[in-house]
Every structure is written in structure tokens, then in C-alpha cells.
């Protein structure tokens, strides 16, 4: 049931929209009368425009970024038709992309390109004229294209290379089945411009439709309208009616099979994987129920899921319409399906309303963080959430510690200007952002949240938004009318966590905290009083053993539990790195950490490895596995860990 909404291409006048939100407010009806409001827009459009270079005194459309060399003020995207040839012999994607696009007066329309190779360029069917500026390690190249005034499409001939980031392309030996190879995508943060050349800002908004030609006994699914079974021939059209930002474009081919929770979830991944996958999902339909039930219609249609190969470098990725997933969220037992409600809340917070630049991250990850602990809470209890807060609480707690040197880099709200974008991505933007709104939450009071964030996605709906739209829409529609005085600034622009932050506490963690100390200092372990602990109570157990804690003391844990092989795979974790901390070798614990990072390309988990062999002065160790690792790893990864480490090739 699509609204009326998704099928207008909308493109978002922030300001203007900021402006008439603000005018139309019932606060400030009620202060102003009607006349003076007019006079007051006379004002503001004579006087406020003075910086803006425009006579028509028409507002920009998009702000300044840093991370994008296109010109959306001046000529922008519109609409992409792609065509094109997934070949896994020479390992590259060879295509053709056409756009509508959409300028006044342009005479060039500039869009990103990395590490593509760029054939031919036509506008409206004839070949024009394109320059590639300089390389930037970052950005890549600005493709400047020759355009005229009627000019509504061109059309772009390309091949990605050995280098394009956003693909990998796995043996059969690397996929689960180990019978067919396996390629997928990774847009965020600025990778899409390195398989398809495109205005890569947040901020510009498409639709889109696809050719995709694949070998024959092999599946491609997109952000899209996908197909549930393999064509004959290999090749697959896709279309994507609803405007979506070009990080979130992505693609996936395997030897994939598809399982429907109820009409509009389901779950995609290779055969071995399928049942595991469908019986740890099989809450999603009811996890779209919860989501809608706190803050609006689903606009998407469908909701599914792909398990990609391990080394997927993300937990998840919210592409639209089909979330990408690491098979290491599979534990059996539901227990780590907290990210699929975390994906299932970008649906809002991130895709349907997203952040204008990556300076603004925070109001991604932030919002879905809280939302994804709402869902939680709805499904499993208030508990649950408590302790999967907590766990981010102290994520958060260890993020800024490590950050001591460079207290800027823990505001909400970045500035990272030459920086990559990827270093945003840390617990800063998630678990404060997160206690920022829960805070808020506090402040205000449950219901008077809940139906500002209702109002705050509908209003927004396929839109962006800056940090400073979001301060004044939520001065406007939840402080001012519900008179909340709130340190706002000091949250967003501050450095460290604010004293008026939200307390979060679980009894159940308590409790874990007195086990863990009882069994230390009687050196006995009561494995009975640990009988119905869930993950995210080993987790806890485990990552707060002192400092001082000896290797008899582990010995007698692993004992008991048999951390070493645990399944689950945050625990596995979380037991790994406190084995490298405390010099900890027994039994077969130093093979299952190098064959954990050698099969798993999870960055988060993969990271917080190699820094604890860096922190405890063991780099030899860690670059030993890494020299072994490595290959598996997808760009993302490497590139992370290859700075970490220092790796020279
Ligand atoms: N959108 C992110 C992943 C991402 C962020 C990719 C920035 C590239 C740049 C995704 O929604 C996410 O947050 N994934 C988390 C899982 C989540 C449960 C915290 C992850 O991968 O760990
Ligand atoms: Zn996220």
C-alpha cells in the first residue's frame, strides 16, 4: 500500500521547510498574528537570502559537503537506469548508468567517481565532452561533464577495476556452501561512486531501475524490488520507486535461495544457511508490527533479509527494502537479532529521513539505536533493552576513553573535513546519540516523545536534515510547546557526557556483577546460579573481570563454561580479547582466535581483536594472523586494520 508520497520524486528545500515548519507552528500562531507572519516572511526573504548568491532569492537545495565533489545547487540526479554485466571471471561489473537529471543554466554537471574506469560519456544520445579532476585518496575523481541547457539524460560507459572498493567478490571457498562464488556491495559511507559513477552525498535522492546480467545458476537481489528465484538465463530487472540516497544502492549475487516469514519479510541466503537463517528471523514480521505501532507506517513494502558470507565487514546494513546481515548474528538461539531491529529502524531513521552530511552521522545511528531499543523492549520486555543499552553504555564508556587525546572527535555533531567518514562511525554517533534521546525521553516523558518522533518522520519523510534542522525542529515541536528546558547544545556541540544523562540500570546485570566477584574471591565457581543467563549476560560476566584477574581464575571459568568454544559469537568474542589481555593460551583458545579473524570480516569484531594484541604490545602477533587474514577481509576492513596495525604490503 504505497502512499501518494513515495511516488513523488521529492526533493527536499530544508530551509524553506524548516522555515514554514516553524511559521505554521500552532506555538507560534498563537503569538504572532496572521498579518505580522506575513510581513515577517517579507523580511526573511529579503534579509535572510543576502548570503545566498541566488537573485531570485530562491534558497538552496542542499547544503555544503565535504565528502562529495558534485554540484547538486547547480545541476543533480534525478533518476538512474543501470545496465549491467557481472562478470566473475575478470572480477569487475562493466555498465552503462543513465540519469534524468535536472539543471537550470548548468553548463557541466559534476558527479564522483574511484577508481572506475570511464569509456564514454553522451548527453541525450550524443557523445559529449568529460574531464576527471585530480585523485583524492578520499574522494576519488570529479567527473565533469559537458552539458546544455536541454540537456535532460546523460549516459555514462564504464568498468569498475581491481581497485573499486564497494565489491568483493569471494571464491566458492569463502561463501557457505563452497560451491558457487559470491559477490556484494558496501555503499556506505562513500563507496558507491567506486562501482557506479553518481553524486555520492546523502543529501541527493533517486530512484532507480536496473538490468543485472549474472551467470545463469546464480541469483541477484538490489535495494529493490527483488525476485524470489533464479531467471533462466541470468538476467534480472529491478526497479526502486521510492527515492532512496546513493549509499544506500547495492547489489548481491549468489547462489541464494529465498524464505518468507509472512507476506511482506523474508530471508535470502545460501542453501546451508536458509533454515537457521528463517528460524532466527522468524520475529521480523513482528518486529515491522512494533516499529509501526510506535512511529508510522512501514513505506517500504517488503522487509527482507540477506545473510551474506562472514566476511561481510558489518553486523548490518540497512539497505532499503533488503538488509544485508553477517552470518555471525546467527547464534541459534534469537539472541543477537537485536540487529535486525536495528536495520528494520534505519527504514525510518536513516533512509526515509537521513542525515544531510556525515557530519551529522549521529542522526542515523542515534535515532536507530533508540528506536532499535524500543522495538526490543516492545518484543522482549524491558529487561532485555535495559541490558542491551547497558552493553552500548559501556561501549561508550570505553569509545571515549580511548579518545582522551582528542576530546572533539566525542561531540554528537563531527567535523570531519579531510577525514574519512568511516572515523564518524564509532560508538560516539550510536551510544551517545542514543542516551542523548533516551535522555530526552526522561525529560519529556514517554508519550509526548513518542508522537514528537511520530510527527518528526512523517514531516520528514524522504528527506535530509542537518543537525541544526533537527535542534530547531525539536525546540519548535517538543521543548517550547511542552515547556522543557533541555542543555541541548551542550549535548550536541560538547565534548564527554553531560551530568543530566539518563541512568540505566538492570538487575539482572547486578547481579552478574556479584557472580563474577563471589566466584573470584571464593575461586569456586556455582555454575548453577548462572543457569538461565542470556548472551547479553555472559557478555556482561565477561567483559568486567579485573584487572587483576589471574590465569587460575580464567582457567576455572573456561572450565565451567567453555568460553573458548563458544558458538555465540560476541561471546566468543568478548573471550578472546580477554584472553590476549591476560596472556591467556590454555587448551585451543590461541587457534580459535586466528580462525575466528581469519573467517570472520566483521570490522567491529575484527578491530576490537587487533587492538587488544596493539594495547598489550603483542603488534608481531597480531600481524602474524593478519598476514593470513587479510585477503579475506573486505576493503572496509583492511583498510581499517592496515592503519591500525601499520601494515605495509
Ligand atoms: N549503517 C550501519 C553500518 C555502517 C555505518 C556502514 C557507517 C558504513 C558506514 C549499520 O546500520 C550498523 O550500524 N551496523 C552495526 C550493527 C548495529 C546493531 C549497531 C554494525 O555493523 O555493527
Ligand atoms: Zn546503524
Known sequence: MPSNRIEVNYTPNEDFHLLTNYLFSTHFIFTIMRQQILLFVVIILTFGCKDHETSDMSLPKYVEETHSYAQPNIAVIKHLELNLDVDFETETIEGIANYEISAENASEIVLDSKYLDIVKVTSDGVDTEFELGPFDQQLGQALRIKISEATKHITIHYKTTAQTEALQWLDPQQTADKTHPFLFTQGQAILTRTWIPIQDSPQIRITYNATVKVPSNLLAVMSAENPKNKSADGSYYFKMKQ???????????????????????????????????????????KMVIAAENLYGTYDWEQFDV????????????????????????????????????????????????????????????????????RIMEALYGKDRANMIALIGRQDLEDEIEGFKGEPEMTKLKLDLTNKNPDDGMNSIAYDKGYLFLRTLEEAAGRDKFDSFLKTYFKTNAFSTITTEGFIDYLNVHLLEPNAVEFNVDAWVYQPGIPKNQAIIVSDRFKNVENR????????????????????????????????????????????????????????????????????????????????????????WYVSTLFKAYKRNGKVDEALAIYEKSRDNYHSVTVNTIDALLDYKK
Open 516 to 603: 563474577l566477584q563471589d566466584f573470584i574471591s571464593k575461586k569456586f565457581v556455582e555454575v548453577a546460579k548462572t543457569k538461565d543467563w542470556t548472551t547479553q549476560e555472559w557478555v556482561h560476566f565477561i567483559r568486567n573481570f579485573p584487572e587483576t584477574i589471574t590465569i587460575a581464575d580464567l582457567k576455572r571459568f573456561d572450565v565451567a563454561f567453555d568460553f573458548t568454544n563458544a558458538t555465540n559469537s560476541h561471546i566468543a568474542m568478548v573471550w578472546y580479547e580477554q584472553a590476549i589481555n591476560h596472556d591467556y593460551h590454555e587448551g585451543n583458545v590461541d587457534q580459535n582466535i586466528e580462525d575466528f579473524l581469519i573467517r570472520v570480516g566483521r570490522r
Open 243 to 285: 527515492p532512496i540516497s546513493p549509499y544506500l544502492i547495492a547489489l548481491a549475487v549468489g547462489n541464494l535461495e529465498y524464505q518468507a516469514v509472512s507476506e511482506r519479510t523474508g530471508v535470502y541466503a545460501e542453501k546451508s544457511m536458509i533454515e537457521k537463517a528463517h528460524a532466527e528471523f522468524n520475529d521480523m514480521e
Open 306 to 373: 540477506i545473510v551474506l558470507p562472514p566476511s561481510f565487514p558489518f553486523g548490518g546494513m540497512e539497505n532499503p527494502r533488503l538488509t544485508f546481515a553477517t552470518p555471525t548474528v546467527i547464534a541459534g538461539d534469537k539472541s543477537l537479532t537485536s540487529l535486525i531491529a536495528h536495520e528494520l529502524a534505519h527504514s525510518w531513521s536513516g533512509n526515509l529521513v537521513t542525515n544531510a552530511t556525515w557530519n551529522d552521522f549521529w542522526l542515523n545511528e542515534g535515532f536507530t539505536v533508540y528506536f532499535e531499543t
